[in-house]
């Protein structure tokens, strides 16, 4: 018998950048190492109805697929008929300053900081270093999260470690 996969939303303000880029890493590592336990979305309080064109580049030589992803409002994810989620991430230190809506379920939260690559200033260069540190943040913390015994560890203790994730 197949289990469901875990549903996580990860939020930032625009859903153009941090967002899709978690939303991205955490798909592909579910397919590959965490064997289909988990299913990624994104979403922002402010969307822009696009994604940033340096993430679309970013994810495209990552061998993402750009097309995959969109900008969404976070509100799509408290309708009822929205998937229920399990962990919500918020990933830039902006959203956490927003009233975030109800979503269905009892999730799991956590605040997991990482700076935002669209504020990035200066080169092309200097971006793009920008867009692949944060990158290389997310997919340490969401590489730890997937390899989490979840199945072995209670609420509290399960709440703690992704908490601590976010300190790394």
Known sequence: MTQQPLNVLFLCNTNTTCSIIAEAVMNRLSQTDAAGRFKAYSAGSFHRG????????????????????????????????????????????????????????LPLTAHWSVPDPAMANGTNAEIHYAFSDTLRMIEQRVSIFVNLPHKSLDKLTLQQRIDDIGNR
């Open 50 to 105: 696009m994604v940033h064109p340096h993430t679309l580049h970013l994810l495209a030589n990552n061998n993402y697929d750009p097309n995959e992803f969109r900008s969404k409002n976070w509100q799509e994810f408290a309708e009822p008929d929205a998937p229920t989620m399990d962990f919500i991430f918020t990933l830039t230190d902006e959203i956490t300053q927003e009233a975030c809506p109800s979503f269905p379920g």
